[in-house]
Each structure stands twice: as C-alpha cells, then as structure tokens.
C-alpha cells in the first residue's frame, strides 16, 4: 500500500509560479513511476507530467517549458514545478504512483488531489 498527500495548490495570479508537493508513504517509493494529472470539468483526465524511477521526464504538450517534474527518493516526495501559470491550468491536480511494473495490477494509488486556481 502507497499513501500520498498532496500539497502546495492554491491561488495565484496569471504568470505566477506555484510548487506542488506529493508525498508517499508505505512503500519502495524510487520504484514506482510517479506522475501528476489534472481534470477539468467537463473534460477527460490529463497527464501532465510523469518521472520514471530513472528519472526520465515526460510532459503534455500543454505545459511543455512551463512545468517541471522532479522526485526526491531520499524524502519519497515528488514534486511539480508550476511556471508561466496560465488561467486554462486552474483545476484540481491529482498525484499518482504507478508500480504495477513490480508489484501487480492493484499497484496503481492516487492521492486526494490539490486545487490550483490562476485567476487575477
């Protein structure tokens, strides 16, 4: 079992820069491939960032340049850099922690997700 608590939404005006921070507990965290996702209403879920256990990135088009995802293994914490905010990224964030990889199909954990308004 994977916990993760999410932190670090909030408002800010368009052009700001917020941190989110999702921190896990309970298991091998540099195993699992962690990633943020976001959901508008109306709209399907988005990925919007993901980091491998080796580090490697990857990033919607949507937030290409303006968003960076970084892990921490030592403090089982990954976070989400959140830069040039733009009013279309308000929603609710949701942190994931995928290890089906290494411990089977029910290794797939979500955290209870954050806010992050950008409105002036």
């Known amino acids: 079992q994977v916990q993760l608590v999410e932190s670090g939404g909030g408002l800010v005006q368009p052009g700001g820069s917020l941190r989110l921070s999702c921190a896990a507990s309970g298991s091998i965290f540099r195993l699992y491939v962690m990633g943020w996702y976001r959901r508008a209403p109306g709209k399907q879920r988005e990925l919007v960032a993901a980091i491998t256990s080796g580090g490697t990135t990857s990033y919607a088009d949507s937030v290409q340049g303006r968003f960076t995802i970084s892990r921490d293994n030592a403090k089982n914490t990954v976070y989400l850099q959140m830069n040039s905010l733009k009013p279309e990224d308000t929603t609710v964030y949701y942190c994931?922690?995928?290890?089906?990889?290494?411990?089977?199909?029910?290794?797939?954990?979500w955290g209870q997700g954050t806010q992050v308004t950008v409105s002036s």
């Open positions: 994931n922690a995928d290890g089906r990889p290494h411990f089977g199909p029910d290794a797939d954990y």
